[in-house]
């Protein structure tokens, strides 16, 4: 079990202990119940995931990707924060922006099916929705995937322009969109107004 360091607020487990826990949790069995468990708080691991999807322990990248993996499988988010959960310890970890990064997608049909930097795949629909985030200075959009449970993936760049180029301009809630249809459902991203000539 993690101990708390009571000088930072650190917790004094070390990732290969918490990956010990979570391959007995989760073994044999598809994805953990992470939302069923409430182990205690320990106190927040020094783990951050990175905007482009990266995992840090300790202020270095994890090499290992099956380790990256099988982290993927026990995160939670509870309100704004992110925490490795097992049935034992819950520990609080950074997360940049989202914890996944969609990396591909294909054209199934007409369904838009992506899939993750840890292997996640989902196809865009009313379970799995899609949403554009602009930013306030710079109009720069940041577009998402609901991947599972309340926990996004961030649609790199190169995905993105794949994406726009098989967009179209739609009526949604009496607005002309510009936008992306998959699973039946319309996924607005930019007003047709604005977008330029």
């Given at each position: 079990?993690?101990?708390?360091?009571?000088?930072?607020?650190?917790?004094?487990?070390?990732?290969?202990?918490?990956?010990?826990?979570?391959?007995?949790?989760?073994?044999?069995?598809?994805?953990?119940?992470?939302?069923?468990?409430?182990?205690?708080?320990?106190?927040?691991?020094?783990?951050?995931?990175?905007r482009d999807g990266t995992w840090f322990y300790l202020g270095?990248?994890?090499?290992?990707?099956?380790?990256?993996?099988?982290?993927?499988?026990?995160?939670?988010?509870?309100?704004?924060?992110?925490?490795?959960?097992?049935?034992?310890?819950?520990?609080?970890?950074?997360?940049?922006?989202?914890?996944?990064?969609?990396?591909?997608?294909?054209?199934?049909?007409?369904?838009?099916?992506?899939?993750?930097?840890?292997?996640?795949?989902?196809?865009?629909?009313?379970?799995h929705p899609i949403r554009v985030v602009r930013d306030d200075?710079?109009?720069?959009?940041?577009?998402?995937?609901?991947?599972?449970?309340?926990?996004?993936?961030?649609?790199?760049?190169?995905?993105?322009?794949?994406?726009?180029?098989?967009?179209?301009?739609?009526?949604?809630?009496?607005?002309?969109?510009?936008?992306?249809?998959?699973?039946?459902?319309?996924?607005?991203?930019?007003?047709?107004?604005?977008?330029?000539?």
């Amino acid at each position: 079990m993690a101990k708390t360091n009571q000088s930072d607020g650190r917790v004094s487990v070390s990732a290969e202990s918490l990956a010990s826990s979570a391959r007995a949790a989760g073994k044999g069995r598809g994805l953990p119940p992470v939302d069923q468990w409430n182990p205690p708080f320990c106190g927040d691991l020094d783990m951050r995931i990175a905007r482009d999807g990266t995992w840090f322990y300790l202020g270095t990248p994890i090499g290992r990707v099956e380790l990256v993996k099988l982290f993927s499988t026990i995160i939670r988010r509870d309100g704004d924060d992110y925490f490795l959960v097992t049935p034992v310890e819950k520990v609080g970890i950074v997360v940049d922006d989202a914890p996944f990064v969609a990396v591909d997608f294909d054209r199934v049909g007409a369904d838009l099916q992506f899939v993750t930097n840890v292997g996640d795949v989902a196809v865009a629909s009313p379970d799995h929705p899609i949403r554009v985030v602009r930013d306030d200075k710079t109009g720069e959009p940041s577009p998402y995937i609901l991947i599972r449970r309340n926990l996004e993936a961030l649609i790199d760049r190169k995905s993105f322009y794949r994406l726009v180029d098989l967009g179209e301009v739609v009526e949604f809630e009496g607005v002309d969109w510009f936008g992306l249809t998959s699973a039946g459902q319309f996924f607005p991203i930019i007003p047709a107004a604005e977008l330029s000539d």
